[in-house]
Every structure is written in structure tokens, then in C-alpha cells.
């Protein structure tokens, strides 16, 4: 009986960690990826605008 108890503790114990991580890795894969999006964005909008710019002769 008390092993059971133990057992089914240490199991909550686990999960509660695993869910821990979990949700701090997902958060970590979240901001990172906004921030990717965020300046590849930029990125790309600043590329195209420096190309437009030489193809208008601005440059």
C-alpha cells in the first residue's frame, strides 16, 4: 500500500517536471521562431528594397 502511494507520487512528481519542461521548451521553440519570422522579414523586405532601389537607380 505504501509502495503504491510511493510509486504514484513519484509518477506525479515526473509528469509535473516533464510538463515543466515541456512547456519551457516550447516556449523557447515559440520565441524563436517568432524571432526568425520576425527578421527574415526584415530581411527580405530590406533585400528587395535595396534591389528595387538599384533597378530604379537610386542607389
Known amino acids: 500500500m505504501f509502495f503504491c502511494f510511493w510509486n504514484s507520487n513519484s509518477t506525479s512528481n515526473i509528469f509535473e517536471d516533464l510538463t515543466k519542461q515541456m512547456s519551457k521548451s516550447l516556449l523557447l521553440i515559440t520565441l524563436s521562431?517568432?524571432?526568425?519570422?520576425?527578421?527574415?522579414?526584415?530581411?527580405?523586405?530590406?533585400?528587395?528594397?535595396?534591389?528595387?532601389?538599384?533597378?530604379?537607380?537610386?542607389?
Open 33 to 59: 521562431f517568432w524571432l526568425y519570422f520576425h527578421f527574415h522579414l526584415f530581411f527580405f523586405a530590406f533585400c528587395v528594397n535595396r534591389d528595387m532601389f538599384i533597378l530604379q537607380g537610386w542607389s
